[in-house]
């Protein structure tokens, strides 16, 4: 497959647009809101829309989700959003009272608050791996893992900042103690290959909106064989065997379809959202994972050159995902910054004391020059 170029083409951003924000949403590229827009044209002729209409599709885009995380379709449930999946997890993963649960310090609050309610409501501890002053995620949450931890909830990488936590090591410590291991993959999957057999995962929630350049409200989780007979948060007419088959639905079923379809959330088959979700994932398999990575660790080296050579702080390269980089400004107030860079059409994010630069394949390298020239006005 060749190498990308910039696919800017692709989406909607006009000119004197410099959106270095994937981290906080992606855009819709120009054939996804095209698939949306027909979409929602469907419920215009709703006595066109037959019962195979409410499955296949589904059937399409989780077939989709698994090609680009390397791993079954049968593990995978399609959700509305990160919370969902967390709370799909923390209700179906072994718990006993006193044990801990280990998260990440500034963690995004969708990956916190099911953990610190259930450590509360079975007299549990929440043990937090506070940010580590060299940089080194990895080392401090291994540090953080011991007999005493029942379930890992981290991420990929920090999403404050792109902090990078090597989650094979972390899953074999986790394995080790006998810990279940959860992962938040929003901030990674779509940007990093990602290898379900050699993490081993429990649990693997991500929301699709940014990353993936999926629409709002549409997440997954998959989950490993040996969760895929757990409790449900709701019980959908559609995760039922025969669900497909309209006439007989009042003909109750206690099984359900095969693999983790009992987790999807109701009305899976949203209209409107899913073929938008389809035609991003197969347009992120077409460019393919890997180029997609190479190209925006290119743009991702070049901000933290040009951050060093400027005497801005950034991660070594080898603690920070290669997508996502905080870029800390020393006595600089990072609010006051990204107002400048948006009065110039520069979008970024401010995350805790960093400017979080989050390029993708609509970026290249004279965003990353223009970012700079800006910023080096506002120091």
Known sequence: MPELSCQREKFEIPNGITYLNAAYMGPLSRASIAAGIAGLERKVRPWEVTAPDFFEPVEEVRTLIAELIDADRDGVALLPSVSYGIAVAAQNLPFATGS????????FPSNYYAWRELASRESGDLVTVQRPAGGDWTSATLERIDERTSIVAVANCHWTDGGLL?????GQRAREVGAALVVDGTQSIGAMPFDVAAVQPDFLVCAAYKWMLGPYSSAFVWCAPAHRSGRPLEFSWMTRKGSDDFPHLVEYQDEYRPGARRYDVGETSNFALLPVLRSALSQTLEWGIENIASYIAALGDRTAQAAESIGLGVAARHLRAPHLIGVRLGGADPGV???AMAEAGIYVSVRGDAVRVAPHVYNDADDVDRLF???????
């Open 373 to 379: 020239e800006v910023l080096r006005s506002t120091l």
């Open 166 to 170: 090597d989650l094979v090591r972390i």
């Open 337 to 339: 910054v990204a107002k």
């Open 100 to 107: 801990r649960i280990v998260v990440l310090a500034e963690e």
